[in-house]
């Protein structure tokens, strides 16, 4: 039977790992190639590395630090940050990533996600989509890019819809409100996508505890379920340690 | 004496698979050269993207008449993983282009009607396998683990008996096919920790674990 994937999400800035509170205030926590011999020992079912400077800067992806952890993975990665074309996205397959995400290039460019379909197949092919909630209350979903910073007027189901119609292989959802808050995850905007399309989707955002991974995977298995806090910081003071577990 | 020969042809994963075999003290080679081939005991052929252009690659290279040499001539073992195990089929639903036939089938697109509920397309994640357990290319695996999948075409076999071990999704679907010396690994093995060095060892007949 497929199970559900318990996914650890670092976040690449220069050469080394941060971890963010709602997309802002990047703690160090670390060395990336450490990082992943110790999930390599941990059998981790899937990794995902976000370069959170590797758009805004304009710099692209740092090949080489890529190349470097792809060659020390003995688990499945996807890589984001900084992916504007098709042939980035190729390139970064050929070093050994089984997935490639785009988030703000895809929402300038939508066709972007078809023209990588077409170039590395569909399974290959990952929109992130940022998650914030808005208008009076937080009454409504509406998506951003460029770490939070830049508002799209465009609603998440809706565009989780599109790319998937365009040849995206997998959606992973991010909110921006439960980023690093360690409070859960946002349950209702999960089930809001999961029924509106039938590509696999990854959540993230909130994961504090194995129970929050369970709630999410009890629901909607087999579901990705992703954490960052979760798997590098222990205790209430935030020491970094790095850890997996699955429900 | 092992030599496993990992073909860099542009596509796949050749990295994990030389560190893995660093870490198994496995003797390999990783190249694209033609003329080494002749050292070589056992091949792997990784494979990403789609089928048409990875066949192209493979014949473009001079690769594939090296390999119906060493492999069909000689009879050395291969194993051809994800797209690599593709190209061992007649014929693919993905591409237009002739398979190598080496083990009779067809690649078809899986079928996502007979999956109840989300996701569909395409089949990500982690899935046990079934087989005998027996099978020296089994032994010692955790079947009920599996291995990490990425696809949605699969090798339809025409012969059962060509099939080792299948995975369910919408299906039995086979994940490891072999006739006499040659396999193919739906799978990515070399993303699959610890039950992917071991299938590699077993392929390669290195003992222990």
Redesign the interface.
């Known amino acids: 039977?497929?199970?559900?994937?318990v996914v650890p999400f670092l976040l690449l800035r220069g050469n080394g790992l941060v971890k963010t509170k709602k997309f802002d205030d990047p703690k160090y926590v670390g060395d990336p190639i450490n990082a992943v011999k110790i999930f390599?020992e941990k059998?981790v079912?899937?990794l995902t590395l976000l370069d959170i400077e590797a758009t805004a800067s304009g710099q692209g992806p740092n090949f080489a630090l890529l190349?470097d952890i792809?060659?020390?993975?003995?688990?499945?990665?996807c890589y984001g940050g900084g992916v504007d074309n098709a042939e980035t996205a190729a390139r970064i397959?050929?070093?050994?990533y089984?997935?490639v995400s785009v988030s703000h290039a895809a929402l300038e460019r939508p066709e972007l996600v078809r023209e990588m379909a077409e170039?590395?197949?569909?399974?290959?092919v990952v929109v992130t989509i940022d998650v914030k909630k808005e208008g009076l209350f937080g009454s409504s979903y509406r998506v951003s890019s460029l770490n939070a910073k830049q508002k799209h007027k465009v609603d998440p189901v809706a565009f989780a819809i599109q790319c998937a119609e365009l040849g995206a292989?997998?959606i992973v959802l991010n909110s921006v409100d439960r980023d690093g808050m360690m409070q859960g995850y946002d349950l209702e905007l999960a089930r809001k996508v999961?029924t509106a399309?039938?590509?696999?989707?990854t959540v993230v955002g909130g994961a504090a505890s194995v129970d929050d991974l369970q709630a999410l995977t009890d629901e909607m298995a087999?579901?990705?379920a992703g954490a960052g806090s979760l798997f590098v910081f222990k205790g209430k003071y935030r020491a970094v340690l790095i850890s997996y577990m699955r429900p | 004496m092992v030599m496993l020969c990992v073909i860099d042809y542009g596509s796949g994963n050749v990295a994990a698979i030389a560190n893995i075999c660093n870490r198994e003290r496995i003797p390999y080679m990783i190249t694209e050269d033609l003329h080494r081939f002749e050292e070589a005991t056992h091949f792997l052929l990784p494979g990403v993207g789609a089928f048409d252009p990875t066949i192209t690659k493979l014949k473009e290279s001079g690769i594939l008449s090296a390999l119906e040499t060493e492999v069909l001539t000689k009879g050395k073992p291969i194993m051809g993983i994800c797209v690599g195990m593709h190209l061992l089929a007649n014929g693919s639903d993905e591409g237009l282009q002739a398979g190598l036939g080496w083990i009779p089938g067809h690649v078809r697109r899986i079928d996502a009607s007979k999956l109840t509920k989300p996701p569909h397309l395409p089949h990500m994640g982690w899935n046990s396998i079934t087989g005998n357990a027996q099978d020296p290319l089994l032994q010692g695996i955790d079947m009920n683990h599996g291995f990490y999948f990425l696809h949605s075409y699969y090798y339809d076999a025409s012969d059962p008996n060509d099939v080792v071990s299948t995975s369910s999704y919408g299906g039995d679907l086979p994940c490891i096919v072999r006739k006499g010396h040659i396999v193919g690994a739906q799978f990515h093995p070399e993303k699959s920790h610890s039950n992917g060095i071991r299938l590699i060892k077993n392929f390669v007949g290195v003992s222990g674990c």
Not at chain 1, 70 to 77: D, G, H, V, Y
Not at chain 1, 119 to 124: A, F, L, N, W
């Open positions: 039977m497929l199970r559900s994937r390599n059998e079912d899937e190349r792809a060659a020390e993975s003995r688990m499945p990665l397959i050929a070093l050994g089984e997935k170039r590395v197949g569909r399974q290959s292989g997998e999961r399309i039938t590509i696999p989707m087999p579901i990705g």
